[in-house]
Structures are given as C-alpha cells and as structure tokens.
C-alpha cells in the first residue's frame, strides 16, 4: 500500500530515531531527520517532486534518502525501515514509551547493561544497576521507575473509540449466522468506559461449535489464546483480545448481565439477591435451600430488565453500572433520564483549517449539516498558540467576515464565531478585551505550562471561569488518554467557580481526551455547571466523534437539560454571552 506524504515524512523520522536505537553514527541519523524536515516543508506534490527531480535539489535530500522516499511511495515501504526494524528488539522500542526515555540513552542501556525490554528495565533499576552507569543517578533510576509505573497502567488498554469500532464490525458479522438468535457487546464497551481492557461478544445460539469456529477464524485473528463450545479468546491483528461467550437463550439476560460488569456493580446486585434469599449469577436467578445451595430452575427473564424487576429495581442502564449509587438510584425511582444522540443540536468546539484544521469553515459546516446539526460553533486556536498557527486579531476580523458571508449563502446550519483561547499562565485570555467582545463564544483552555504547580494551576483554570467572556472551560484536565496524565490541580475547586460565575464546563468528545472525566459530571451538574459537549473536530470526520462525547455524558449521569449544546440558537446565544460582559 502506497502512503502519502505523512506517511512518508514519519517513516523517515522512525527511521531516524531506529538508527539512534542501534547506536549509529548521530550523522546518519540527523540526516533522516533533515530529510523529514525538509518534506514537511516542502510545499509540492512529493510524487510530482520527485519525479521531475525538484526533491533531488531540496537541502538535506541525499542519494541514499531518494531511493527510500521513492519506495516509500511507490511500496510503501523502505527497505532501511525493514531492516532496521527486524534487528531491533520490540522490547527496545516498547522502552521508548517510558516518559523520559529517549532513543540515545535506551541504546546505552541495551549495551551497557543488556537490558531488551521495560520489565528488563524495571528490573535493573531495582537492582540500582543504572547507578554504575556514567551520567545516571539516584534521580535518574527513580524517575524511569516512575515512567515505568506509569505505562504500566496504561499497558494493553485501548481507546473506546478502536475498541468499539471493530466490536460493531465483529458483532455485524457474527450475526450473519444463522444459527444466532441474540447477540451482544458486553464488558466495557458496553459500559463505555474510556479506555477498554478486551472486546466481550455474547451469543445465544443452539450451533455453539459452529459459530465459535466463525469467530476463531475471522481473517483479522492473528492469535487464537482459546477455543472451546462456551467460551474462545482471540487476539487481533490489533493486538485487541476479544472474548466470545456463547450460552443457551434461557440464560441470555442472566449471562449478559454478569458479562457486562462492572465487577464491582455485579457484587452489590449479588448481595441485593442474596439478602432476598437468591442467588444471581451468569446462569440465572435461584432460590436457595437452607445449606444456601441453589434449587430449582432459575427465576424467568426475558431480558435484564426483567432480571432488575425480579430484585425489585428499575432497569439500570449499562454505562452506570459502576457501583456509584445505581442500585439505590433504582430502588427508589431516582435514575436519571439519560441524554440522547438525538437531543444534540450541534457542536461549540471545532477547528478549521484558519488554524490546525484540516477542512474549510464551508466544509466543516455543510458536514454538520449533513449529520443534522443546527449550528457549529467555530474555535480555531488563539495567538499564543503559534504551534498550531493561533489567530492574530486582524486574521479574526477576516475570518469574522467570512463567516458572516457564509452565513448570508448557507441554508439549514449557522455557523458561531468563538475562538479556543490560550488560557495563559496566570489564568487570563489570550486577547485584548475589544477582541475577546467580537465573538459568539469563547472556549477556553490549557495548552501549555502544564507543569505548574498544583496551586497555581487550579487558580489559573478558576480565574479562566471567573472570565465573563469565557463561555466554556475546554478538555479541563488536559489528559490524553493512554497517553498523558492531566496536568495537577483541583478539579473541585474548579467546579465551584464555574458553578458560581455560570460557565460551562466542556466534555470534550475527542475519543483521545473525554475530558472532563465522566466521574466528575455528576459533580459539576451538581454545582449547577452545563457541560458543553464539544467534537473538538479538526476535520470533517471529527465532528463524528461527538458519539463518543455522548456515550460518556450518559456514563456521567447526564439528562438533557445538563447539557448546553441540547439547546436550540435562541436560547443557547445568550448562555454563551455571560452577564459581566461589556
Ligand atoms: P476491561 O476488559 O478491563 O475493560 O473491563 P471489563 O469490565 O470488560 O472486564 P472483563 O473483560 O474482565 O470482564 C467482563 C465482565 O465480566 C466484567 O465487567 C464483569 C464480569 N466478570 C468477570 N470476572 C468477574 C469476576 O471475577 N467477578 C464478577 N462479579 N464479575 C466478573
Ligand atoms: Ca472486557
Ligand atoms: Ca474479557
Ligand atoms: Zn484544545
């Protein structure tokens, strides 16, 4: 498969940093780096450029470097990548995930002290070997034992959004069977957990073998862990586990249930039955004898609701089964009507190609339109941000216009002007009141400074809400998921002064971020806090994402009235506009 000028520009900067891993000489390394530089630079068509001999003449384009973008182009592939890639231990790059680990000191470390993988790694530090090295220390030993905690948490987890793409393609296909009568997604996907340990399928069927051989030999199973008529485990491609449970229809809901989890919920629900005299589990609900074995055939259940009735409890939908609060939410009819895809009438945070965005203000727009929005609110980044080319305010006035040409032209969707502005260090707005009163809205948020100290940082997020002209706090904790902690402050304090000066707060649907934390939410309607629901969409395909923003309000305990972005323009505008603005 032939990649395009992305893919060519990464592969050149892996193999940058592959020949830092094997201990190189740096010139051969810094020249795939200038290489890749030089490309990104490179305003043409690589294709173009290459075969009218334009890239040739480009500084830091040498022979050598030709012959690799020429066969990355036309294979897709370059044959140092390959060759580097089958001499380096996976174990060598898996180390290059530790936060603070670069490709220099992971090759001394492999050659100095043998060490091929983060457990090997682990190991050596506890050993103190590192503090015979030249150049390492107590500090340095101690914080690569951090790094390695830290991806230890992270380490086989996936990101809801991979997860539950490829769980809807398996399940769509598991269905053609004909021998299945009911088929689900258990375990955290269908609880929409931001991140996803394994994929869960459950099946009814009455052709269990049959169908456990469908699974086990979908093309993208790379690796079968297990394979049995009640339960078979596969790896994919992936590298995502997926576990496929396949039980009698009588037992469906039963087994469903327990396979959706939580754990922790699962306990509490068991102990509701078994103060009642039952006993619940994946096969069903039975009354006990005196010796508290079960008897009988269990309690009938068409499906969990039913399940719930029998333990006299409202159905409880699957994202709130955490054990925070559910059972006693149930008991007493106090379960909240959750949000729904359709309540949604647009979106405030999305970028256009004025800043990092890939598609034009009249793309993103027709987009939304086209997935029924009635607005889209439109945040490119704000000056300070350089890195993602931020707007200077004479940039602001022509985008302003045209936005308002659009406007006057599109039928069907309007489009908000807002910004994404820097919330700087010391918690201000990244313009000039006169320019910060020319917007619809303004989304506020970090990027930036994230290492200040907790104090500080709380303050900085409290005075950006504390702003009459910020409408929305955005990605409040700046995490990324698998990927990065948020930065360190108080998210309570936070609330509160969003809750006091009537700003939103944003759940970020960016299937990367899902921030602010569903267990926050319910703190922050508490506080009297909407949560703005923003796709953070840099293309069009992004403005999709807002599924994910939904599924986690859901999980977050939100009802439409919680959220901004259920309303319709004339009563969202003024919300955006908070008094105390002049
Ligand atoms: P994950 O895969 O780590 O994202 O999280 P889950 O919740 O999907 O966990 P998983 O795949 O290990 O198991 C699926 C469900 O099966 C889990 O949510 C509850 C149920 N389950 C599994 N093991 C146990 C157990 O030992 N006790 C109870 N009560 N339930 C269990
Ligand atoms: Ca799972
Ligand atoms: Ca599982
Ligand atoms: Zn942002």
């Known amino acids: ?131 015979k090295l030249p150049g390492y220390g107590e500090k340095t030993q101690a914080k690569l034992l951090k790094g390695i905690d830290y991806i230890r948490k992270f380490s086989g987890r996936h990101l809801l959004s991979d997860a539950w793409t490829r769980a809807d393609d398996l399940v769509e296909r598991l269905q053609q069977h004909p021998g299945v009568s009911r088929i689900e997604l258990a375990g955290s996907i269908r609880r929409r957990k931001e991140t996803i340990g394994d994929i869960d399928i459950l099946v009814a069927t009455d052709e269990p073998a049959a169908v456990s051989e469908m699974f086990v030999t979908f093309a993208e199973v790379e690796e079968i862990i297990g394979h049995g008529d009640t339960k078979s485990s596969v790896r994919l491609e992936s590298g995502i586990q997926v576990d496929l449970r396949v039980v009698p229809e009588q037992s469906f809901p039963f087994a469903l249930h327990y396979f959706t989890g939580s754990k922790e919920h699962n306990t509490v629900l068991r102990q509701r039955a078994k103060d009642r005299g039952l006993r619940l589990n994946e096969y069903g609900l039975f009354h006990v004898d005196d010796h508290g074995e079960a008897i009988g055939e269990s309690v009938a259940a068409m499906d969990e609701a039913e399940l719930f009735a029998a333990l006299d409890l409202a159905y409880i939908e699957p994202e709130l089964r955490e054990d925070r609060g559910e059972l006693l939410a149930a008991e007493s009819g106090a379960l909240p009507e959750l949000l729904q895809p359709g309540d949604i009438r647009g979106a405030l945070h999305n970028h256009s190609t004025w800043s990092d965005g890939a598609h034009s203000i009249e793309e993103m727009a027709r987009a939304a339109q086209a997935l029924g929005w009635e607005y889209i609110g439109l945040s490119d980044h704000s000056q300070t941000a350089f890195y993602a080319h931020g707007l200077k305010p004479d940039d602001i006035l022509r985008q302003h216009e045209e936005i308002d040409r659009l406007n006057e032209r599109l039928d069907g969707i309007v489009i908000l002007k807002g910004i994404e502005s820097d919330i700087l260090p010391g918690g201000a707005l990244d313009y000039d009141d006169d320019v910060l009163e020319s917007f619809d809205f303004i989304v506020a948020s970090v990027h930036g400074n994230f290492g200040l100290d907790r104090k500080k940082q709380t303050l900085r997020s409290v005075r950006a809400v504390q702003n009459p002209f910020t409408s929305v706090l955005g990605h409040p904790t700046g995490r990324l998921l698998l990927a990065r902690e948020g930065f360190d402050l108080d998210m309570d304090e936070v609330i509160a002064a969003a809750g006091e000066s009537g700003c939103a707060i944003e759940l970020n649907a960016n299937p990367h971020r899902l921030d602010l934390d569903w267990r926050d939410l319910p703190k922050a309607v508490k506080a009297g806090v909407k949560i703005s629901i923003g796709a953070d969409a840099h293309r069009t395909e992004g403005l999709k994402d807002l599924r994910y923003g939904i599924a986690l309000a859901r999980k977050g305990w939100l009802r439409a009235t919680d959220v901004l972005n259920v309303l319709g323009l004339a009563e969202l505008k003024p919300m955006l506009r908070r008094s105390g603005c002049p």
């Open 1 to 131: 498969m032939a990649v395009d000028k992305k893919g060519v520009i990464s592969a050149l900067e892996e193999i940058a940093l592959l020949l830092e891993l094997t201990g190189a000489n740096p010139f051969k390394a810094r020249a795939f780096q200038n290489g890749a530089r030089a490309l990104a630079n490179y305003e043409g068509d690589l294709r173009a450029g290459l075969d009218g001999g334009e890239l040739a003449k480009l500084k830091g384009i040498g022979k050598s470097l030709l012959g690799e973008i020429k066969s990355l182009l036309e294979t897709g592939e370059s044959p140092a990548r390959v060759e580097l890639r089958a001499q380096i231990p996976a174990g060598l790059l898996e180390m290059l995930k530790i936060p603070g680990l670069g490709p220099k000191r992971a090759h001394e470390l492999h050659e100095k002290l043998g060490v091929e993988s983060v457990g090997e790694l682990e190991y050596a530090c506890k050993e103190n070997r590192l503090l």
